[in-house]
Protein backbone atom coordinates (compact mmCIF):
# COMPACT_ATOMS: atom_id res chain seq x y z
CA UNK A 1 0.00 0.00 0.00
CA UNK A 2 1.35 3.64 -1.00
CA UNK A 3 1.44 6.48 1.58
CA UNK A 4 -2.04 7.79 0.54
CA UNK A 5 -3.55 4.36 2.53
CA UNK A 6 -0.70 4.85 5.51
CA UNK A 7 -2.33 8.16 5.94
CA UNK A 8 -5.85 6.37 5.91
CA UNK A 9 -4.47 4.60 8.34
CA UNK A 10 -3.35 6.83 10.48
CA UNK A 11 -5.96 8.92 10.21
CA UNK A 12 -8.64 6.34 11.50
CA UNK A 13 -6.23 5.47 14.26
CA UNK A 14 -6.56 8.84 15.76
CA UNK A 15 -10.00 8.92 15.15
CA UNK A 16 -10.05 5.26 16.96
CA UNK A 17 -7.98 6.86 20.03
CA UNK A 18 -10.26 9.82 20.39
CA UNK A 19 -13.45 7.85 20.89
CA UNK A 20 -11.99 5.50 22.68
CA UNK A 21 -10.70 8.20 25.58
CA UNK A 22 -14.37 8.84 25.23
CA UNK A 23 -15.84 7.45 28.34
CA UNK A 24 -19.48 6.58 25.65
CA UNK A 25 -17.47 3.84 24.03
CA UNK A 26 -18.37 1.25 25.72
CA UNK A 27 -21.87 0.42 26.91
CA UNK A 28 -23.41 3.05 29.53
CA UNK A 29 -23.54 -0.07 32.03
CA UNK A 30 -19.82 -0.93 31.60
CA UNK A 31 -18.48 2.43 31.86
CA UNK A 32 -16.19 3.15 34.21
CA UNK A 33 -16.07 -0.26 35.50
CA UNK A 34 -12.84 -1.44 36.39
CA UNK A 35 -12.60 1.13 38.72
CA UNK A 36 -16.30 0.62 40.65
CA UNK A 37 -14.89 -2.81 40.04
CA UNK A 38 -12.13 -2.75 42.24
CA UNK A 39 -13.97 0.10 45.37
CA UNK A 40 -16.20 -2.54 45.52
CA UNK A 41 -13.99 -4.92 46.22
CA UNK A 42 -11.84 -3.28 48.78
CA UNK A 43 -14.29 -3.46 51.64
CA UNK A 44 -14.61 -7.08 50.60
CA UNK A 45 -11.18 -7.64 51.12
CA UNK A 46 -10.65 -5.65 54.34
CA UNK A 47 -13.19 -7.77 55.64
CA UNK A 48 -11.74 -10.84 55.08
CA UNK A 49 -8.36 -9.86 56.35
CA UNK A 50 -9.89 -9.08 60.14
CA UNK A 51 -11.99 -12.64 59.66
CA UNK A 52 -13.12 -12.84 63.19
CA UNK A 53 -14.46 -16.41 64.05
CA UNK A 54 -17.72 -17.01 63.79
CA UNK A 55 -20.36 -19.05 63.08
CA UNK A 56 -19.56 -22.09 60.59
CA UNK A 57 -21.28 -22.33 57.56
CA UNK A 58 -22.48 -25.15 55.21
CA UNK A 59 -19.65 -25.54 52.48
CA UNK A 60 -22.25 -26.02 49.44
CA UNK A 61 -22.53 -22.50 48.86
CA UNK A 62 -18.78 -21.92 48.98
CA UNK A 63 -18.57 -24.66 46.42
CA UNK A 64 -21.16 -22.94 44.30
CA UNK A 65 -18.61 -19.77 44.82
CA UNK A 66 -15.35 -21.18 44.16
CA UNK A 67 -16.94 -23.09 41.07
CA UNK A 68 -18.57 -20.00 39.53
CA UNK A 69 -15.15 -18.48 40.21
CA UNK A 70 -13.42 -21.12 38.39
CA UNK A 71 -15.80 -20.81 35.63
CA UNK A 72 -15.12 -17.39 35.21
CA UNK A 73 -11.12 -17.68 35.32
CA UNK A 74 -11.60 -20.28 32.42
CA UNK A 75 -13.59 -18.08 30.38
CA UNK A 76 -11.18 -15.35 31.16
CA UNK A 77 -9.08 -17.03 29.45
CA UNK A 78 -10.92 -18.84 26.61
CA UNK A 79 -11.04 -14.60 25.82
CA UNK A 80 -7.74 -14.02 26.03
CA UNK A 81 -6.81 -16.33 22.94
CA UNK A 82 -9.50 -13.95 20.36
CA UNK A 83 -7.48 -12.23 18.49
CA UNK A 84 -9.71 -8.93 19.11
CA UNK A 85 -8.47 -9.16 22.24
CA UNK A 86 -4.66 -9.52 21.77
CA UNK A 87 -5.00 -7.10 18.01
CA UNK A 88 -6.87 -4.62 20.42
CA UNK A 89 -5.09 -1.56 19.73
CA UNK A 90 -5.87 0.57 22.72
CA UNK A 91 -4.99 -2.53 24.94
CA UNK A 92 -7.90 -2.11 26.89
CA UNK A 93 -9.15 -5.56 26.20
CA UNK A 94 -6.64 -7.31 27.38
CA UNK A 95 -6.01 -5.04 30.41
CA UNK A 96 -9.98 -5.77 31.45
CA UNK A 97 -9.32 -9.26 31.02
CA UNK A 98 -6.14 -9.56 32.91
CA UNK A 99 -7.84 -7.29 35.67
CA UNK A 100 -11.13 -9.81 36.19
CA UNK A 101 -8.47 -12.68 36.55
CA UNK A 102 -6.67 -11.18 39.54
CA UNK A 103 -9.63 -10.22 41.10
CA UNK A 104 -11.13 -13.85 40.72
CA UNK A 105 -7.84 -15.21 41.54
CA UNK A 106 -7.84 -13.17 44.83
CA UNK A 107 -11.11 -14.35 45.65
CA UNK A 108 -10.49 -17.82 45.28
CA UNK A 109 -7.56 -17.47 47.31
CA UNK A 110 -9.59 -15.82 50.40
CA UNK A 111 -11.96 -18.75 50.00
CA UNK A 112 -9.27 -21.53 50.37
CA UNK A 113 -7.64 -19.36 53.41
CA UNK A 114 -10.71 -19.45 55.75
CA UNK A 115 -12.20 -22.50 55.39
CA UNK A 116 -14.32 -23.23 58.09
CA UNK A 117 -14.12 -20.31 60.12
CA UNK A 118 -16.50 -18.16 57.91
CA UNK A 119 -19.52 -15.67 59.12
CA UNK A 120 -22.75 -15.36 57.52
CA UNK A 121 -21.75 -11.92 56.79
CA UNK A 122 -18.28 -12.89 55.16
CA UNK A 123 -19.76 -14.99 53.03
CA UNK A 124 -22.47 -12.48 52.22
CA UNK A 125 -20.03 -10.02 51.20
CA UNK A 126 -17.62 -13.28 49.44
CA UNK A 127 -21.24 -14.07 47.42
CA UNK A 128 -21.58 -10.02 46.68
CA UNK A 129 -18.01 -10.13 45.23
CA UNK A 130 -18.55 -13.09 43.04
CA UNK A 131 -21.77 -12.10 41.36
CA UNK A 132 -19.89 -9.02 40.40
CA UNK A 133 -17.01 -10.49 39.19
CA UNK A 134 -19.50 -12.66 36.90
CA UNK A 135 -21.71 -10.17 35.73
CA UNK A 136 -18.21 -8.69 34.58
CA UNK A 137 -17.30 -11.12 33.15
CA UNK A 138 -20.40 -12.15 31.09
CA UNK A 139 -20.10 -8.12 29.90
CA UNK A 140 -16.52 -8.33 28.84
CA UNK A 141 -17.65 -11.77 27.23
CA UNK A 142 -20.55 -10.44 25.02
CA UNK A 143 -18.18 -7.48 23.90
CA UNK A 144 -15.53 -9.55 22.71
CA UNK A 145 -17.94 -11.64 21.07
CA UNK A 146 -19.50 -9.25 18.81
CA UNK A 147 -15.91 -8.11 18.46
CA UNK A 148 -14.72 -11.67 17.39
CA UNK A 149 -18.07 -12.15 14.95
CA UNK A 150 -17.32 -9.05 13.13
CA UNK A 151 -14.07 -9.10 12.70
CA UNK A 152 -14.78 -13.17 11.56
CA UNK A 153 -17.28 -11.43 9.15
CA UNK A 154 -15.05 -8.93 7.70
CA UNK A 155 -11.93 -12.11 6.40
CA UNK A 156 -14.77 -13.75 5.15
CA UNK A 157 -16.02 -11.18 3.36
CA UNK A 158 -12.86 -9.82 2.46
CA UNK A 159 -12.03 -13.58 1.20
CA UNK A 160 -15.06 -13.41 -1.45
CA UNK A 161 -13.63 -9.78 -2.87
CA UNK A 162 -10.37 -11.56 -3.42
CA UNK A 163 -11.95 -14.37 -4.85
CA UNK A 164 -13.62 -11.79 -7.14
CA UNK A 165 -9.95 -10.23 -8.49
CA UNK A 166 -9.12 -13.80 -8.99
CA UNK A 167 -11.90 -13.96 -11.46
CA UNK A 168 -13.47 -16.84 -9.24
CA UNK A 169 -17.44 -16.22 -8.50
CA UNK A 170 -17.88 -17.14 -5.12
CA UNK A 171 -21.07 -18.80 -4.56
CA UNK A 172 -23.95 -16.95 -3.15
CA UNK A 173 -24.64 -19.06 -0.40
CA UNK A 174 -21.42 -17.60 1.56
CA UNK A 175 -22.76 -14.27 0.93
CA UNK A 176 -26.05 -15.25 2.32
CA UNK A 177 -24.92 -16.79 5.78
CA UNK A 178 -22.90 -13.29 6.20
CA UNK A 179 -26.32 -11.45 5.58
CA UNK A 180 -27.95 -13.80 8.31
CA UNK A 181 -24.86 -13.51 10.77
CA UNK A 182 -25.15 -9.49 10.74
CA UNK A 183 -28.81 -9.75 10.83
CA UNK A 184 -28.95 -11.51 14.42
CA UNK A 185 -25.78 -9.89 15.23
CA UNK A 186 -27.24 -6.29 15.27
CA UNK A 187 -30.25 -7.51 17.91
CA UNK A 188 -27.05 -6.89 20.68
CA UNK A 189 -25.97 -3.52 19.23
CA UNK A 190 -27.34 -0.05 21.48
CA UNK A 191 -25.17 2.09 18.65
CA UNK A 192 -23.40 1.16 15.16
CA UNK A 193 -20.32 -0.32 15.42
CA UNK A 194 -18.00 0.58 12.14
CA UNK A 195 -14.75 -1.29 11.74
CA UNK A 196 -11.98 -0.47 9.75
CA UNK A 197 -9.29 -2.81 8.40
CA UNK A 198 -5.88 -1.82 9.87
CA UNK A 199 -3.20 -2.41 7.91
CA UNK A 200 -5.16 -1.19 5.14
CA UNK A 201 -5.60 -4.05 2.09
CA UNK A 202 -8.10 -3.25 -0.80
CA UNK A 203 -10.48 -6.05 -0.49
CA UNK A 204 -10.65 -5.78 3.62
CA UNK A 205 -11.25 -1.97 3.14
CA UNK A 206 -13.96 -2.30 0.41
CA UNK A 207 -15.35 -5.97 2.86
CA UNK A 208 -15.81 -3.24 6.08
CA UNK A 209 -17.38 -0.39 4.04
CA UNK A 210 -19.82 -2.84 2.82
CA UNK A 211 -20.18 -4.37 6.32
CA UNK A 212 -20.87 -0.94 7.89
CA UNK A 213 -23.36 -0.05 5.19
CA UNK A 214 -25.29 -3.95 5.52
CA UNK A 215 -25.55 -2.84 9.34
CA UNK A 216 -27.06 0.38 9.02
CA UNK A 217 -29.48 -1.38 6.27
CA UNK A 218 -30.40 -3.84 8.40
CA UNK A 219 -31.10 -1.49 11.79
CA UNK A 220 -33.30 0.49 9.24
CA UNK A 221 -35.37 -2.38 7.94
CA UNK A 222 -36.28 -3.83 11.27
CA UNK A 223 -38.07 -0.45 12.31
CA UNK A 224 -40.50 -1.37 9.30
CA UNK A 225 -42.55 -4.68 9.34
CA UNK A 226 -43.08 -4.27 5.25
CA UNK A 227 -39.15 -4.34 5.54
CA UNK A 228 -38.31 -6.55 7.93
CA UNK A 229 -39.50 -9.51 5.44
CA UNK A 230 -36.81 -8.35 2.77
CA UNK A 231 -34.33 -7.78 5.75
CA UNK A 232 -31.64 -10.34 4.51
CA UNK A 233 -32.20 -9.04 0.87
CA UNK A 234 -31.16 -5.67 1.25
CA UNK A 235 -28.47 -6.63 3.78
CA UNK A 236 -27.06 -8.88 1.27
CA UNK A 237 -27.69 -5.87 -1.38
CA UNK A 238 -25.39 -3.64 1.02
CA UNK A 239 -22.73 -6.28 1.11
CA UNK A 240 -22.24 -6.70 -2.68
CA UNK A 241 -23.19 -3.55 -3.85
CA UNK A 242 -19.27 -2.13 -3.76
CA UNK A 243 -17.66 -5.72 -4.74
CA UNK A 244 -16.96 -4.69 -8.41
CA UNK A 245 -14.83 -1.76 -6.79
CA UNK A 246 -12.09 -4.37 -6.82
CA UNK A 247 -11.15 -3.81 -10.26
CA UNK A 248 -10.39 -0.42 -9.50
CA UNK A 249 -6.92 0.19 -9.16
CA UNK A 250 -5.72 1.18 -5.86
CA UNK A 251 -3.87 4.27 -7.18
CA UNK A 252 -7.66 5.50 -8.19
CA UNK A 253 -9.21 4.08 -4.61
CA UNK A 254 -6.13 5.75 -2.65
CA UNK A 255 -5.79 9.22 -4.26
CA UNK A 256 -4.87 11.76 -1.91
CA UNK A 257 -6.72 14.37 -4.49
CA UNK A 258 -9.70 14.76 -6.26
CA UNK A 259 -9.96 12.25 -8.48
CA UNK A 260 -9.27 13.49 -12.37
CA UNK A 261 -12.55 13.44 -14.82
CA UNK A 262 -10.99 9.34 -16.50
CA UNK A 263 -10.33 8.42 -12.46
CA UNK A 264 -14.38 9.30 -12.25
CA UNK A 265 -15.27 7.53 -15.20
CA UNK A 266 -13.33 5.01 -13.68
CA UNK A 267 -14.95 5.04 -10.46
CA UNK A 268 -18.41 5.59 -11.75
CA UNK A 269 -17.99 1.93 -13.85
CA UNK A 270 -17.97 0.12 -10.13
CA UNK A 271 -21.50 -0.26 -10.04
CA UNK A 272 -21.78 -1.77 -13.46
CA UNK A 273 -18.49 -4.42 -12.17
CA UNK A 274 -20.78 -5.35 -9.17
CA UNK A 275 -23.60 -6.06 -11.08
CA UNK A 276 -22.00 -8.39 -13.04
CA UNK A 277 -20.42 -10.27 -10.14
CA UNK A 278 -24.05 -10.44 -8.32
CA UNK A 279 -25.35 -11.40 -11.90
CA UNK A 280 -23.05 -14.95 -12.04
CA UNK A 281 -22.94 -15.36 -8.54
CA UNK A 282 -26.69 -15.25 -7.83
CA UNK A 283 -27.85 -16.41 -11.27
CA UNK A 284 -29.93 -13.14 -12.15
CA UNK A 285 -31.24 -12.38 -9.23
CA UNK A 286 -32.66 -9.53 -10.49
CA UNK A 287 -33.69 -7.73 -7.30
CA UNK A 288 -29.80 -8.15 -5.83
CA UNK A 289 -28.06 -6.87 -9.38
CA UNK A 290 -30.82 -3.85 -10.03
CA UNK A 291 -30.41 -2.80 -6.19
CA UNK A 292 -26.06 -3.33 -6.97
CA UNK A 293 -26.42 -1.75 -10.30
CA UNK A 294 -28.61 1.64 -9.09
CA UNK A 295 -26.85 2.39 -5.77
CA UNK A 296 -25.51 5.23 -6.85
CA UNK A 297 -28.12 6.79 -8.99
CA UNK A 298 -30.08 9.89 -7.43
CA UNK A 299 -33.99 10.58 -7.90
CA UNK A 300 -32.85 13.86 -9.63
CA UNK A 301 -30.92 12.03 -12.11
CA UNK A 302 -27.65 13.61 -11.21
CA UNK A 303 -26.60 9.82 -10.11
CA UNK A 304 -24.55 7.38 -12.30
CA UNK A 305 -24.11 4.97 -14.03
CA UNK A 306 -27.21 5.46 -16.08
CA UNK A 307 -28.61 8.96 -14.79
CA UNK A 308 -31.76 7.38 -13.86
CA UNK A 309 -34.46 9.28 -12.04
CA UNK A 310 -37.24 8.59 -9.32
CA UNK A 311 -39.30 5.64 -9.56
CA UNK A 312 -37.10 3.87 -12.03
CA UNK A 313 -34.54 3.67 -9.57
CA UNK A 314 -35.78 0.11 -7.55
CA UNK A 315 -36.72 1.47 -4.06
CA UNK A 316 -33.63 -1.19 -2.56
CA UNK A 317 -31.21 0.87 -4.26
CA UNK A 318 -32.71 4.07 -3.38
CA UNK A 319 -32.41 2.90 0.20
CA UNK A 320 -28.57 1.49 -0.43
CA UNK A 321 -27.90 5.24 -1.67
CA UNK A 322 -28.83 7.19 1.85
CA UNK A 323 -27.25 4.67 3.93
CA UNK A 324 -23.95 4.68 1.62
CA UNK A 325 -23.39 8.48 1.51
CA UNK A 326 -24.27 8.04 5.45
CA UNK A 327 -21.69 5.72 6.31
CA UNK A 328 -19.42 7.18 3.43
CA UNK A 329 -19.30 11.04 4.77
CA UNK A 330 -18.23 9.18 8.28
CA UNK A 331 -15.67 7.71 7.17
CA UNK A 332 -12.04 9.56 6.72
CA UNK A 333 -10.91 9.70 2.73
CA UNK A 334 -7.62 10.01 1.28
CA UNK A 335 -8.53 13.54 0.29
CA UNK A 336 -11.04 15.00 2.93
CA UNK A 337 -11.38 14.11 6.83
CA UNK A 338 -14.58 12.43 8.18
CA UNK A 339 -17.40 14.07 9.18
CA UNK A 340 -19.69 13.37 12.59
CA UNK A 341 -22.87 12.06 12.43
CA UNK A 342 -24.81 15.24 12.97
CA UNK A 343 -22.83 16.80 10.00
CA UNK A 344 -23.29 13.70 8.17
CA UNK A 345 -27.16 13.80 8.76
CA UNK A 346 -27.27 17.75 7.77
CA UNK A 347 -25.83 16.84 4.19
CA UNK A 348 -27.82 13.84 4.14
CA UNK A 349 -31.47 16.15 4.83
CA UNK A 350 -30.12 19.05 2.44
CA UNK A 351 -29.79 15.86 -0.70
CA UNK A 352 -33.37 15.02 1.07
CA UNK A 353 -34.78 18.82 0.32
CA UNK A 354 -33.10 18.74 -3.25
CA UNK A 355 -34.75 15.40 -4.18
CA UNK A 356 -31.55 14.16 -4.63
CA UNK A 357 -32.01 11.28 -1.57
CA UNK A 358 -35.61 9.78 -0.44
CA UNK A 359 -35.91 11.84 2.65
CA UNK A 360 -38.27 9.23 4.65
CA UNK A 361 -34.90 7.29 4.23
CA UNK A 362 -33.08 9.84 5.42
CA UNK A 363 -35.49 10.91 8.33
CA UNK A 364 -34.83 6.96 9.50
CA UNK A 365 -31.38 6.91 10.01
CA UNK A 366 -29.44 6.58 13.42
CA UNK A 367 -28.29 9.66 14.87
CA UNK A 368 -25.60 8.18 17.41
CA UNK A 369 -21.96 8.68 17.12
CA UNK A 370 -20.86 5.08 15.64
CA UNK A 371 -17.59 3.24 17.59
CA UNK A 372 -15.30 2.95 14.94
CA UNK A 373 -13.35 -0.37 15.78
CA UNK A 374 -9.86 -1.09 13.70
CA UNK A 375 -9.98 -5.05 13.43
CA UNK A 376 -6.24 -5.75 13.03
CA UNK A 377 -4.51 -8.53 12.08
CA UNK A 378 -1.42 -10.59 13.96
CA UNK A 379 0.25 -14.21 13.41
CA UNK A 380 -0.01 -14.29 16.63
CA UNK A 381 -1.12 -13.41 20.76
CA UNK A 382 2.08 -10.81 21.56
CA UNK A 383 3.95 -12.71 24.71
CA UNK A 384 2.38 -12.07 27.67
CA UNK A 385 -1.06 -10.87 26.33
CA UNK A 386 -2.89 -14.02 24.75
CA UNK A 387 -3.86 -15.60 28.41
CA UNK A 388 -4.17 -15.62 31.81
CA UNK A 389 -3.98 -17.43 34.60
CA UNK A 390 -6.57 -19.78 35.68
CA UNK A 391 -5.89 -20.96 39.36
CA UNK A 392 -6.00 -24.44 40.98
CA UNK A 393 -9.25 -25.30 42.66
CA UNK A 394 -9.15 -23.60 46.03
CA UNK A 395 -10.54 -26.51 48.85
CA UNK A 396 -14.12 -25.19 50.11
FE1 LIG B 1 -20.59 2.13 -4.44
Known amino acids: ?28 S ?5 TRLAVRVAPHAG ?32 LAQ ?4 WTDAGGELVAEVREAAVLAEAALLRLAANTGRRSAGELSSLSTLADALHKHVGRLSGQVGQLAQIRQQLFQLGALVDAVALGITPASGQIWDIGRKIVRWLGDLERPVFIYPDPAEPALQI ?8 QVVAGMCACDPAWLEVQELCVVAALLQDIGMIYVPDAVLESPEPLNPTQQRLIR ?10 EHMTGGHKVLVDAVRQHHERLDASGYPEGLSGDRICSVAQLLAVVDVYVGMQSP ?9 RQALSALRQYAQKGRLLAAWVSRLPSSEPLWVP ?11 GSVPVAEPAAA
Open 207 to 214: AAHSLNVA
Open 47 to 78: QLRTNRPGPAVQNRPVALLVARLRNDLTTLSE
Open 269 to 278: KHPIFSASVV
Open 333 to 341: RPYRPAKSV
Open 1 to 28: MDQGSGAVVQRNANLVRADLAHPAWRRP
Open 375 to 385: IRTGPQPPEGL
Open 82 to 85: EPVV
Open 30 to 34: TVGRP
